[in-house]
Every structure is written in C-alpha cells, then in structure tokens.
C-alpha cells in the first residue's frame, strides 16, 4: 500500500499532519482505503482511540444500540456496543469494559458473567484509522457470540437494543443509517463475521443440533 500520498487539511494551529492511503488496483488505479495520522498516541488532540464490538446470537443476528438523546456523540444514533478507550487501556481491556458497562449494568454476578464471556468469546477483527468531520479515529473492532439473552441497560448510555439480521445490519452501515462510519475496508469485516457464524453453523450441525461454545 502507498501510504502518505496526500496531506488532509487538518484543525487551525495543529502542526501535525494526515494523510490519506491507497492500495493498488486494476490496472494500475488508486483505490482509496482511508486515512491515518502516523506516529500519534491515541486520544491525543488528533487521534480518537475507540472499540466496536459485532455481538452476534445464535440466530446470526447482530445486537444493535439506540443510544440515548442526552448523549454528547451522535444521541439517538443506532450502533453496535462501542466506546472510547481510555488512556490508561489497550483495546480489548477497553471492549471488555464497554460491553459490561452498556448491557450488563445490573448486580455483580451478572457484571461478572458477562465479563467473562467476554473474555473467553471476543475475537479481534481488522483496525482501522480513518478520518471523519476532520477528526482522526483509530477503531478496533472485535466480535463475539453471546447465550446472554436478557440484558441490564446504562440508562444514561444505551435506551435500547434490539437483534438485527446481519446482512440487514451491514446494508444500514453502508447506507449510513447507523452511528458507524462507512468505508469500503468494513467490507473484510463483514466478511470476517460472516465466516465466523459460518463455522459455528457448521459446528452445530456436526454436535447434531446444538451449539457447542454455547453453555
């Protein structure tokens, strides 16, 4: 990939620098792949460090978030369980932590569970650095498959869920009805969880009827 090949406008008095990225294509073209700000810490004034989980049932569905109106970032946007990493976090600390906090806000036992779930089931997708509204966002996505079926909602995060079919999930992405933003290399993600449910579809069918990962 041909990275830094052209320099973004970036906010007034910032010295520091995007570029845009490309790979190459038929015939010798340029497709663009996105934007990254090289060599800055996460959550500094450039780079937004933040986490996305695909939660999927044994349906092949995807959990979906309407987030609340009072929220600061998108309020009332639809997205899949997501959030900031803190500065004193690595990613997955940060997935963990965020899944917890949004779905399972309820007693101990129930934080716990769903802690270790995610600790046992979360399987880490592709990153991502892109730029969107002149801010530059590193995303680490991940994906899991939960046997949780009832969930305590943050009321101040999260006003509710509801399970969308994946492909109809990933064309509301595409279409841009959701808070997730849209670039071509999501497509490898999609991929990646379509193949993921595959294998556990043909797990279940070898376990003759049930699904093995699941308690």
């Not at 270790?116 to 997708?125: H, M, P, R, T, V």
Request: glycine share 6%; proline share 2%; net charge negative.
């Amino acid at each position: 990939m041909n990275q830094f090949k052209e320099k973004l406008n970036t906010r007034k008095n910032d010295t520091r620098s995007f570029y845009k990225t490309y790979r190459e294509g038929k015939d010798g073209k340029k497709i663009y792949t996105g934007s990254i700000a090289p060599q800055l810490e996460l959550n500094s004034n450039c780079v937004i460090g933040t986490v996305s989980c695909f939660v999927l049932n044994e349906k092949g569905e995807i959990l979906v978030e309407e987030r609340t109106r009072n929220k600061k970032i998108d309020p009332g946007t639809l997205d899949i369980v997501s959030g900031h990493i803190d500065n004193n976090e690595i990613p997955i600390q940060a997935m963990i932590r965020e899944y917890v906090e949004e779905l399972h806000n309820g007693s101990k036992e129930e934080q716990e569970e769903a802690r270790n779930e995610a600790i046992e089931n979360l399987k880490k997708l592709e990153e991502l650095y892109l730029v969107c509204n002149g801010r530059a966002y590193y995303i680490q996505f991940y994906m899991m498959l939960t046997n949780i079926k009832t969930f305590t909602l943050e009321k101040e995060e999260v006003k509710s869920v509801r399970w969308v079919p994946m492909e109809e999930l990933f064309e509301m992405i595409r279409q841009g009805k959701t808070g997730i933003i849209y670039d071509e290399r999501l497509e490898k993600e999609f991929q990646q969880v379509r193949k993921f449910y595959q294998e556990i579809v043909k797990g279940n069918e070898e376990k003759n009827g049930t699904i093995g990962c699941f308690r």
